[in-house]
């Protein structure tokens, strides 16, 4: 089954199995995932739920949009070019998994 | 999605009929009881006595909010249709506005109000939340809507927009009569209109280039028209938007916390023991008491919503404020409790029109509590609250309280 993997800046590691069109903010949010803070519920307004995206998994994502792109300027943590909303990405399409690092901060 | 044709009156039918009245003064003094009776009554609920349909669940309001291209802004989103009647003023280019025309001035208001941008204004806000609890502290026993609820948004952040100390007086008054616009033209919104002729004036005056700060929000959205990134004639439309919204809501939302706060000593013992809780204490009380109650949107097309089959151009009441109190949503969801989690929740609604400034609320309700709970031992309600009437924002007119320090 597909799966997003969260990995904590500890080394950390969680696996969630998903569905396809499965966001990484809700499955996280969903499954008390430390470190994924969503406080506008998924709006791509408050940049707290920043993720950086294996480099394995960043191709396989949609571009980042113009909103999107805005708000990674507001990100707590310093901003990388694997830098994505969380709320902002989506389990792709037969893919087996998708693997996101946890930033130490989002405030 | 199949679409089958239903004549009009065979839709109304389908859905439960409620004489309900969401404007009249006893439901807008407490309306929970009475949304959670439009919950029961099914997903969609037609309001006779505005032509309206109805929703109060939050999964119905979230997938709404979120499908702006089938119920769409540009209509006005109170009862009025924009398209069939003479709105009450010029729409705003933002609220009630579809894209490709909002995309273009919400890049522009959502760049000024991100994390990035306010997070500057955060140690000129804490210094003034200092002052304030000085004050009241001083006072002791005070109305804690003129010396708290109103007296620090309009000050913080009608500062941050750059409008002149001298007639401040007449932006609560503005804003009160713009949300109730968003209701029905009922006795309460035409006598608030007629009363604000002047308060009109004056923000059509602090609106023009030359009477703003050098340096707010305000002169910034000039510079955006100077790049031409707006046309000239959006930048003070888009001023009048910031202090139509920015003042009333955030105002309101410092007097939902005072009472709740207030009315359960317990959660504010919890606060005043961890001023860090203050933001997750404020976003709490944005969900269990939120500000903003209802608004409208309009359908595009024909749409079957909770198994009803709505025409095109059929007005839709969304109840974000019954959204969060919803139990297929929350647990308990009637308890104010600063310890859950209250992210999730609709108070800003979501989608592309998600408020553009609830990172400015949250920024300015988290301060104020912070300042609060280090400083103040309890709060506590020496007379009745008297509330503030409104067709969609709820808040009040007088707060009598008293603090204790820390």
């Known amino acids: 089954m597909p799966q997003i993997t969260y990995v904590q800046s500890n080394g950390e590691r969680r696996s969630i199995p998903v569905s396809p069109g499965a966001t990484v903010m809700l499955t996280a949010v969903a499954n008390d995932i430390p470190g994924i803070v969503a406080e506008c519920g998924g709006a791509a307004m408050c940049a707290t739920c920043h993720v950086y995206v294996e480099e394995s998994s960043l191709a396989l994502l949609p571009p980042v949009s113009e909103v999107e792109n805005e708000m990674l300027d507001s990100a707590a943590s310093e901003r990388r070019t694997n830098s994505r909303l969380g709320c902002q990405i989506a389990m792709p399409d037969g893919v087996e998994e998708l693997v996101v690092h946890v930033p130490s901060s989002q405030n | ?406």
């Open chain 2, 1 to 406: 999605m199949k679409i089958t044709t239903l004549s009009h009156e065979q839709a109304r039918i389908e859905a439960p009929v409620s004489d309900f009245d969401p404007y009249a003064d006893e439901t807008l003094n407490n309306p929970y009881p009475h949304y959670e009776a439009l919950r029961e009554l099914g997903p969609i609920v037609y309001l006779k006595r505005y032509g309206a349909y109805a929703i109060a669940r939050h999964a119905e309001i979230d997938a709404v909010l979120r499908d702006h291209v089938t119920f769409c802004s540009s209509a006005g989103i109170g009862l009025a249709n924009f398209h069939t009647e003479e709105p009450w003023r010029k729409p705003s280019l933002i609220l009630e506005a579809d894209p490709p025309a909002h995309g273009r001035t919400r890049k522009v208001v959502a760049g000024l109000l991100a994390p990035a941008s306010i997070n500057k204004l955060r140690p000129t806000f804490e210094q003034e939340a200092e002052l304030l609890v000085d004050r009241i502290l001083e006072m002791g026993r005070f109305d804690a809507v003129p010396e708290l609820c109103a007296a620090y948004p309009l000050k913080v952040f009608a500062d941050a927009v750059g409008v002149p100390a001298e007639g401040r007086e007449h932006l609560l008054p503005y804003g009160d009569m713009v949300f109730n616009g968003f209701g029905p033209f009922n006795e309460r919104f035409k006598e608030r209109l007629a009363a604000a002729q002047n308060s009109i004036t004056w923000i059509g005056e602090v609106c023009k280039r030359e009477n703003l700060t050098p340096d707010g929000f305000g002169a910034q959205l000039y510079r955006a028209a100077d790049e031409g990134e707006l046309a000239p004639e959006e930048a003070p439309m888009l001023v009048r938007t910031l202090l139509s919204a920015g003042l009333d809501t955030t105002a309101f939302t410092l007097c939902n916390a005072v009472l709740s706060f207030a009315r359960h000593p317990d959660q504010w013992a919890l606060v005043h023991a961890n001023p860090s809780l203050a933001r997750q204490a404020l976003e709490e009380v944005l969900r269990y008491e939120s500000t903003f109650h209802s608004f409208y949107r309009t359908t595009t097309r024909e749409v079957e919503l909770g198994g009803v089959l709505l025409p095109e151009w059929q007005k839709l009441l969304v109840f974000i404020g019954s959204a969060n109190r919803d139990p297929r949503r929350w647990e308990r969801p009637d308890t104010f409790d600063v310890t859950r989690r209250a992210s999730g929740n609709l108070a800003f609604g979501t989608g592309i029109h998600g408020c553009a400034g609830q990172m400015m609320a949250r920024l300015e309700g988290e301060i104020v509590l912070k300042a609060l709970a280090k400083r103040i031992k309890s709060i506590r309600l020496e007379g009745e609250p008297v509330y503030h009437y409104n067709n969609s924002v709820r808040g009040y007119d007088s707060l009598p309280v008293s603090v204790t320090a820390a």
